[in-house]
C-alpha cells in the first residue's frame, strides 16, 4: 500500500486506458466496485484469490484480469486463453489445474490477428512488461483498486473486502 498520490493516479490512468479486450472480466449482478488484478496462471496466490471469486462477486466486486505472466510457460498458456472466444471458462479451467482448450492466435482470422496483435497479445508477447513499473509490481496477484491503491500479494475475500472499504476503492 506504500504509494504516493502520484503513483495512484498514474495506475488509475493507465488502467482506464485499458479496453475490455485487454481483460478477462468477472461481474456481479450488481457492481458495488471493481479490482483489477494483475495475474499469472502459474500463481499459487492468484489461484487462491481466484477461488474466492463467489464472495468478492456476491459483494459485488467485479475482477478484473490483466495477464502478467511472469512464471516460467505462463506466458505461452496465456497467450491461449487470451485468444480464446471464452476467456472466463478458460481462465477458471486453468486456474483450477482443469484441462482448458485454449486458442493458438494464429487460428483466429487475421483481423482477430491483428487486433491481438495490436494490444500485446499474441503467443508470449502478452502485455508489457514495462507496465506497470517493476517499482510498483512486486509480484501476483498485485490488486489496483478502483481509487489507485495497490495491494500486493493474497488477502482473503473478507479482508480484501475490509481493505476495499478502509481505501476506499
Not at 477461488?51 to 510457460?73: C, Q, T
Not at 491461449?80 to 483466429?108: H, V
Not at 478502483?146 to 476495499?164: C, H, N, Q
Request: hydrophobic letters at 35%; glycine letters at 8%.
Amino acid at each position: 500500500n506504500r504509494i504516493t498520490a502520484e503513483g495512484r493516479a498514474y495506475m488509475q490512468n493507465n488502467l482506464s486506458d485499458l479496453r475490455p479486450e485487454q481483460l478477462v472480466v468477472y461481474s456481479p449482478e450488481r457492481r458495488r466496485t471493481f479490482i483489477t488484478v494483475f495475474t499469472d496462471v502459474n500463481c499459487g496466490f492468484c489461484k487462491k484469490l481466484h477461488n474466492d471469486m463467489d464472495v468478492l462477486m456476491s459483494a459485488g466486486i467485479e475482477v478484473r484480469y490483466i495477464a502478467y505472466p511472469a512464471k516460467p510457460g505462463s506466458a505461452g498458456i496465456m497467450a491461449r486463453i487470451w485468444c480464446s472466444p471464452n476467456r472466463k471458462r478458460e481462465l477458471t479451467a486453468a486456474k483450477n489445474d482443469l484441462e482448458y482448450d485454449g486458442f493458438y492466435c494464429d487460428e483466429q482470422s487475421q483481423e482477430k490477428q491483428d487486433e491481438l496483435t495490436r494490444l500485446g497479445i499474441v503467443k508470449s508477447s502478452l502485455p508489457s512488461r514495462s507496465w506497470p513499473p517493476p517499482s510498483l509490481l512486486q509480484g501476483t496477484p498485485m490488486i489496483v483498486l478502483r481509487s489507485g491503491w495497490i495491494i500486493s500479494g493474497y488477502s482473503s475475500a473478507e479482508d480484501l473486502i475490509a481493505r476495499i472499504g478502509q481505501l476506499g476503492g
